[in-house]
């Protein structure tokens, strides 16, 4: 079994940062893309940022020049400048993690980021 274990969230005031952290562990051979999604109050979960095991990364347009994702093998990070309450959501991490031959795609539990006006 895989999990995926995020930590980091919480309240801060808009112009603030944060700095979320997810580790992957269990029965892992390796692991390609590691993202962060977003999902805002009412709305659908949505990529805020990806990287792949080569550390190419992309971005939403709504956080480029102020979201910096990074990793090492196992854990992906999400630093967070600049906030504004629009950034407020249940911020999920998610894997591509080869077990065997084959990719399997798993989620985390979600980390709440709150960000007050």
């Known amino acids: 079994q895989v999990q995926l274990v995020e930590s980091g969230g919480g309240l801060v005031q808009a112009g603030g940062s944060l700095t979320l952290s997810c580790t992957a562990s269990?029965?892992?051979?390796?692991?390609?893309?590691m993202n962060w999604y977003c999902q805002a109050p009412g709305k659908q979960r949505e990529l805020v940022a990806a990287?792949?095991?080569?550390?190419t990364t992309n971005y939403a347009d709504s956080v480029k020049g102020r979201f910096t994702i990074s990793r090492t093998e196992n854990t992906v990070y999400l630093r967070m400048n600049s906030l504004k309450p629009e950034d407020t959501g249940v911020y999920y991490c998610?894997?591509?993690?080869?077990?065997?031959?084959?990719?399997?795609?798993?989620w985390g539990q979600g980390t709440q980021v709150t960000v007050s006006s």
């Open positions: 269990g029965s892992i051979f390796r692991i390609n893309a």
């Open positions: 998610n894997a591509d993690v080869m077990r065997g031959i084959y990719y399997y795609n798993y």
């Open positions: 990287i792949t095991s080569g550390s």
